[in-house]
C-alpha cells in the first residue's frame, strides 16, 4: 500500500522553496466639513483616475502571473490516448452518460489557471493538468475522443449553480465534498484527498503554523471549505474572502493580508510557480479534505463515474496522471494513496 504525503515530505518541499510575510495596511483619514462643488468635481475625477489606475495595474499583474515548472505534454497526451472507452451497454444504461454521448460533447465546469490541475495552454489550446487530465479521460470513455469537452469557467461560488442551472453535466475544479454541497449536488470520487495550509511570505518568520494566526488577517476563498476550518481552527483571526486563488494570493504579496489558508495541494500551484515569494508555515491541519467530482442531485452519472475511476485507477492511469501533473513538477517522487472511490 502507498503511503499519504508525510509531513517529512511536506517539510522537504517547503525547504526547498524557501521562507516568510511582514504586512502592513493603510487607513483612511475622514474630514467633518463639506466639500465644494469644484472640490467634490476633482475627488470625483481623481476617484475615477484611481480606479482606472487600479483596474490596469489588476490587469497587468494578471498578464504577469508566472508560471510553474513545464508539464511534459507528450507525457500528458500519451496517458490519455490510453483510455478505456465504455461499452454501449454501460452508456445505454445510464441516463446521465446516455445525455452526453448524444450531445456529442461532455460540459465541464473547471478552471483553465490553476497551473497544477487545469491549466490552458494557449499555444494549442489544450487543457493540461490533472483534474483535466481527469476530464479528457472521461469525455474519452464515454465519447471515444478526448477532445469532444466544453469547459465554461467556474469558482469557488459558482460550482453548484452551474450544475442546478444544467450549464454543465459535470464539475472538476478541486472540489470538496460536503454535506452542504450534497443538499443541491451529488458527487462522484472521491479522487484525491488533501489538507488545509497557511501560506505566507517567504520573509515571514512571525506565522509559523495555525496556531500563530490570532490576531492576523487571514485571505481564504469564498465558497470553500477555508471560512468553516478556519473558524475553528483560527477563531481569532480575521478573515478576508477572495473570489480566486490569484486574487488572495496578490494580496498576500502585495501585503494586505498576513497569510493565505486553503488546501495544501493548491499551495502546491504557488510554491511551483513563485518559491521566491511564498512558504507554507507549519504543517498542514483540518480534516482530510476529499475532492470529487460535482455531478446533478441524485444523477445517476454517480455510478457510471464511479465506474470510470475505478477502472482508470486499475489501470494505472491514476498513477500516471498524477506523476505527470504533479509529482515531477513538484519534486515529489511517490504518489500519495487513491481515496477509496465511492465512500
Do not use: H
Request: with cysteine; net charge negative.
Amino acid at each position: 500500500m502507498r503511503k499519504s504525503i508525510a509531513t517529512a515530505k511536506i517539510t522537504a518541499l517547503i525547504l526547498a522553496s524557501a521562507l516568510g510575510i511582514t504586512a502592513c495596511g493603510t487607513s483612511a483619514n475622514k474630514t467633518e466639513t463639506a466639500p465644494s462643488a469644484a472640490a467634490t468635481e476633482a475627488a470625483a475625477t481623481e476617484a475615477a483616475a484611481t480606479e482606472a489606475a487600479g483596474e490596469t495595474a489588476s490587469t497587468a499583474a494578471a498578464e504577469a502571473e508566472p508560471q510553474a515548472v513545464e508539464i511534459d505534454k507528450a507525457a500528458f497526451d500519451a496517458i490519455l490516448a490510453k483510455g478505456p472507452v465504455a461499452d454501449d451497454a454501460d452508456i445505454e444504461a445510464s441516463e446521465w452518460a446516455k445525455k452526453v454521448k448524444e450531445a456529442g460533447k461532455l460540459r465541464v465546469g473547471g478552471v483553465r489557471t490553476s497551473q497544477l490541475f487545469s491549466q490552458l495552454d494557449e499555444t494549442d489550446n489544450k487543457m493540461r493538468g490533472f483534474d483535466a487530465g481527469l476530464f479528457q479521460l472521461l469525455t474519452r470513455y464515454i465519447l471515444g475522443d478526448e477532445s469532444k469537452y466544453e469547459v465554461t469557467q467556474v469558482d469557488s461560488s459558482t460550482r453548484e449553480s452551474v450544475l442546478t442551472s444544467d450549464q454543465v453535466d459535470a464539475v472538476f475544479a478541486t472540489y470538496s465534498i460536503t454535506d452542504s454541497r450534497k443538499e443541491v449536488i451529488s458527487f462522484a470520487g472521491p479522487y484525491y484527498t488533501s489538507r488545509q495550509a497557511v501560506l505566507v511570505k517567504v520573509d515571514n518568520s512571525e506565522i509559523t503554523g495555525v496556531d500563530s494566526l490570532a490576531g492576523k488577517i487571514v485571505a481564504t476563498q469564498a465558497g470553500s471549505t477555508g471560512p468553516s476550518i478556519l473558524e475553528e481552527f483560527a477563531p481569532e483571526a480575521t478573515v478576508q474572502e477572495f473570489e480566486t486563488d490569484l486574487e488572495a494570493r496578490t494580496a498576500l504579496e502585495q501585503g494586505r493580508v498576513d497569510a493565505y489558508v486553503t488546501d495544501y495541494t493548491l499551495m502546491l500551484n504557488a510554491l511551483v510557480k513563485e518559491a521566491d515569494k511564498f512558504k507554507i508555515a507549519g504543517d498542514v491541519f483540518g480534516p482530510e479534505d476529499n475532492y470529487g467530482i460535482g455531478l446533478p442531485k441524485d444523477s445517476d452519472g454517480v455510478e457510471f463515474v464511479n465506474t470510470f475511476l475505478k477502472k482508470i485507477e486499475e489501470e494505472g492511469l491514476w498513477d500516471e496522471l498524477w506523476k505527470v501533473s504533479l509529482g515531477d513538477r513538484t519534486g515529489i517522487s511517490e504518489a500519495p494513496e487513491t481515496p477509496a472511490v465511492g465512500e
